[in-house]
């Protein structure tokens, strides 16, 4: 498997959301031979530490849960939120300019909005926030905390 990054991710989603439209299983095995391939080789679909990369094999995940039902992709979609949740940056975290995910002060704004609602990158590498995906990141944060919620 050359990569597990967002773009592998993003583009599995398309088989199980298909399949749960058409009402078929057509993609299953697909979908959970990589899947499993992709867990296998980063137990946190992150191998850059990117959350947004982890985020996009959980929404794959999450969408195969929905449209296959088996219970390993509902908790692979869980084991991203558990990863994830706590680099969203809350209001009062903007306000003070802290993330308890970050050792480096954050900016309280990015381009005049608040980056409240924005996402900390685990790793701290490269940008502060992943602003750039700022939106993506966004649906699929909601995404996963809904997948979080199914028992």
């Known amino acids: 498997m050359p990569t597990v990054g967002w773009g592998s991710g993003t583009t599995l989603t398309a088989l199980p959301y298909k399949d ?10 697909f979908v959970k031979k ?27 995940a999450m969408y195969a849960h929905r449209a296959y039902g088996d219970a390993e992709f509902l908790q ?30 954050i900016k309280s704004t990015c381009g005049g909005d608040s980056v409240a609602g924005g996402m900390c990158k685990i790793n701290g590498l490269c940008h502060e926030y992943v602003t750039d995906d700022r939106f993506h990141t966004q649906r699929c944060f909601g995404d996963l905390r809904a997948a979080k919620r199914q028992t």
């Open 20 to 29: 749960l439209i058409a009402s078929t299983r057509d993609n299953h095995d």
């Open 34 to 60: 990589v899947l499993a391939a992709a867990k296998k080789h980063n137990k946190n679909f992150d191998p850059y530490g990117y959350n947004d990369d982890a985020m996009w094999w959980g929404t794959a």
């Open 76 to 105: 692979y979609a869980k084991d991203v939120w558990e990863r994830v949740h706590k680099s969203q940056v809350t209001s009062a975290q903007a306000k003070a300019g802290k993330s308890p995910v970050r050792a480096q002060k």
